[in-house]
């Protein structure tokens, strides 16, 4: 394919920015320094219109191709921030900034874009136009959201989005995508149970929230064993136990449990929702104790459309022999599925060979990767709105 010749030759240079940012991280929306450098990088390349400061820090590039009878007009978009991890790859290009790394990759994926935007706006081989779209905030701030808000897609006129995240574990060089849910909802809850404290030799004489708890815990387990559809997907984990005793011989008055709710459909994002509250009341009155339950909803499900996924399955396939395309979905969250809710688009895996897992001290970005994931973005925006 010659997209994937052309970001061969352009891999040093696109290296070299990759490893730029990766040395210098910043959290969800305070990337103003690699918002920034985008932001020259986008008008060095010459690209039409550099919009920055759309949902709080993100960067909008537009390249117009050659003409534009199609009237088509195509997102690719991309991640900045970075995680609050102390790094443990050694690389000569490790963080420069304590207690944070780019562990997960955003650093590959913003080079990847870059590159994308480069070529296109050397090239503008298309007919229609092509946004690039730097997104702050993906781990856990709502990026993706505050971009949609703030009117990405209106403003511009978007029809289509289309995202990529780098996957170890698969080989480098190889795609992986699904229709339908790729990605899982992500929800928080706080059950919180009050009882009646006392001295822990005296346990008669109060209501024990802590084995109230225990009891809820284990319960919880039944609502996805239990009345989730076997062939569906739901994860209910709590991760989080806190009283307000320390002492070895105090039962406390008040427990709070935290945890996440993972699901791929909304019916059991709403199944999930409503037996957490079910059971966490339930257990406690029969304990003859009280529960409070809060729970928030998260990002939503990232869900890739039909079309779009066939079309992204097929520049995929121009790029590379190796295209898994009913890979399992995962029960991590993704806020680009606010960009999937406001238009139709698609989301896939582009390999990152053997490393450390994502959100892992040791994971590392493969920068062979990068010609596999310029290529995909670029032949997007090539396949979609061909040249007039």
Not at 206 to 223: E, N, R, Y
Request: charged share 20%; net charge negative; with cysteine.
């Amino acid at each position: 394919m010659p997209v994937k010749n052309r970001f061969a030759e352009m891999l040093p240079e696109i290296t070299a920015w990759r490893r730029e940012f990766h040395e210098n991280p910043e959290l969800l929306y305070e990337v103003h320094r690699t918002a920034g450098r985008v932001a020259e990088l986008l008008r060095e390349f010459g690209v039409d219109e550099v919009v920055e400061g759309i949902g709080r820090t993100g960067v909008v590039g537009v390249i117009r191709g050659k003409t534009d009878t199609s009237g088509r007009v195509i997102g690719l978009r991309a991640d900045m921030d970075a995680l609050p991890i102390v790094e443990q790859t050694g690389a000569a290009y490790a963080s420069k900034t304590p207690g944070v790394m780019h562990a997960c990759g955003h650093d590959g994926h913003t080079a990847m874009l870059l590159g994308a935007a480069k070529y296109l706006a050397e090239t503008r081989n298309f007919d229609g136009t092509a946004i690039v779209i730097f997104q702050p905030a993906e781990e856990g701030g709502g990026g993706g959201l505050a971009m949609i808000e703030d009117g990405l897609a209106e403003r511009w006129g978007i029809q289509e989005f289309y995202g990529m995240h780098n996957m170890p574990g698969i080989p480098v060089g190889t795609f992986a995508i699904r229709e339908g849910g790729i990605m899982a909802a992500a929800d928080q809850f706080e059950i919180t149970v009050t009882g009646k404290g006392g001295h822990a030799a005296k346990p008669h004489e109060g209501i024990d929230p802590v084995l109230v708890s225990a009891h809820i815990i284990t319960a919880l387990q039944s609502i996805v064993s239990r009345n989730v559809d076997p062939l569906k997907n739901g994860v209910v984990s709590a991760t989080v136990v806190q009283t307000d005793s320390t002492a070895y011989n105090v039962i406390p008055q008040v427990v709070r449990l935290k945890g996440t709710a993972r699901s791929l459909d909304p019916h059991v994002r709403d199944q999930l929702q409503e037996g957490i509250t079910r059971v966490a009341t339930g257990v406690a009155t029969a304990f003859g104790a009280v529960a409070e339950v809060a729970y928030n909803r998260g990002y939503p499900v990232t869900v890739n459309h039909p079309d779009e996924t066939g079309h992204a399955i097929e520049v995929a396939r121009m790029i590379s022999a190796d295209v898994d395309t009913d890979v399992a979905p995962m029960m991590g969250g993704e806020d680009f599925s606010y960009m999937l809710e406001a238009r139709p688009g698609a989301y896939i895996f582009v390999g990152n060979g053997d490393t450390a897992m994502v959100h892992h001290p040791a994971y590392d970005f493969d920068d062979d990767a990068i010609p596999f994931g310029s290529s995909w973005f670029a032949g997007m925006v090539e396949a979609r709105m061909p040249a007039a």
